[in-house]
């Protein structure tokens, strides 16, 4: 059964920067992404990244988040710079993601609190 597992959120102010990081139990071939719930809000799409890299973002975070990943180690990143407030949320990370749209496979998700 395929685990993910999400780490490096936390608080920051406005203007601060944090690395997400995603750890897989096995390789995943398909396209991993970012997707972020705010309270009160839908689950929305942040970022994906396929196999060969290529990548895919918001326009809300356009500039500010870049996705990468590490195939050898099962690993997907998501360096956010430049933090606002509305960033606030949790944010999961996600298996087998066609465009924007998530797949199957979820994360528990990590809190990011960003700070005016």
């Known amino acids: 059964q395929v685990q993910l597992v999400e780490s490096g959120g936390g608080l920051v102010q406005a203007g601060g920067s944090l690395r997400l990081s995603c750890a897989s139990s096995v390789r995943i071939f398909s396209s991993m992404g970012w997707y972020r719930q705010a309270p009160g809000k839908q689950r929305e799409f942040v970022a994906s990244?396929?196999?060969?890299?290529?990548?895919n973002y918001a326009d809300s975070v356009k500039g500010r988040f870049t996705i990468s990943r590490d195939i050898a180690k099962n690993t997907v990143h998501l360096q956010m710079n430049s933090l606002k407030p509305e960033d606030t949320a949790i944010y999961y990370c996600n298996a087998g993601v066609i465009g924007s749209v998530p797949g199957n496979i979820w994360g528990r998700g990590t809190q990011v609190t960003v700070s005016a």
């Open positions: 990244i396929t196999w060969s890299a290529t990548t």
